[in-house]
């Protein structure tokens, strides 16, 4: 999640927006994947204007899981933007979020704007061809898939990112093969499906002119 928040905004910046993010990282080390301690997130606030802080409410969530959901959901104003892998909602998972119900039916996301994305299921049907490409690591493009998707909604292009992922996965085809498709994958989702009435674009700031860092 660390990778893609970090892409995210570096395309952001490239498309000459102000930016300010907020790496939230696992409260502990190794935490078991899919529990509260184990969720991992980045925030990223992106303008046409200086922007100093990066922010204090969310206009859209993305939720690969329900520990995600339940840690996040109380930054989201409300009819903000809601996307959830519906396929990591089954009643192991919301075990593991030590839920009792699954906050996609019982009412704790009806403020929102809810986008439900077999996000499982599709980034493998993206990926399936690639040979040597395991199981393990096919689930593991699916925060490309979704980077894709965010890319669509709010009008990013995709080449500062492919070209990230050819220097760090070059010397592993497959798995750059595979990132790649995810990430296109994730932006034709978004372009094709009608869950969204329309996706969003944010001018370039008004930036004093010089050399910026990446720090």
């Avoid at 199981?135 to 990013?156: P, V």
Wanted: aromatic share 10%; proline share 5%.
């Amino acid at each position: 999640m660390q990778i893609v928040g970090g892409q995210f905004t570096n395309t952001s910046a490239l498309h000459g927006n102000d930016v300010a993010t907020f790496p939230d990282y696992p409260a502990e080390i190794r935490a078991p994947r899919g529990t509260l301690a184990g969720v991992s997130g980045f925030q990223v606030q992106f303008a046409s204007t200086d922007i100093f802080t990066p922010g204090d409410t969310l206009n859209a969530l993305v939720a690969m899981n329900p520990a995600a959901l339940v840690t996040n959901i109380g930054d989201l104003e409300k009819g903000g933007i809601l996307i959830v892998n519906s396929e990591a909602f089954k009643p192991r998972d919301l075990k593991l979020a030590r839920l009792e119900t699954n906050p996609l039916e019982d009412g704790t996301v009806a403020d929102f704007r809810l986008i439900e994305v077999r996000l499982d299921t599709l980034n493998r049907e993206a990926v399936k061809d690639i040979e040597g490409l395991s199981s393990k690591l096919q689930d593991r493009c699916k925060n490309f898939f979704a980077l894709g998707l965010i890319y669509w909604l709010f009008g990013r292009e995709l080449d500062a990112t492919l070209r990230f992922v050819d220097a760090k996965f070059g010397n592993k085809p497959a798995v750059k093969a595979a990132n790649e498709r995810s990430l296109r994958a994730g932006w034709y989702y978004g372009e094709t499906t009608e869950a969204f009435v329309h996706n969003y674009q944010v001018e370039p700031a008004q930036l004093t002119p010089g050399t910026y860092r990446n720090i």
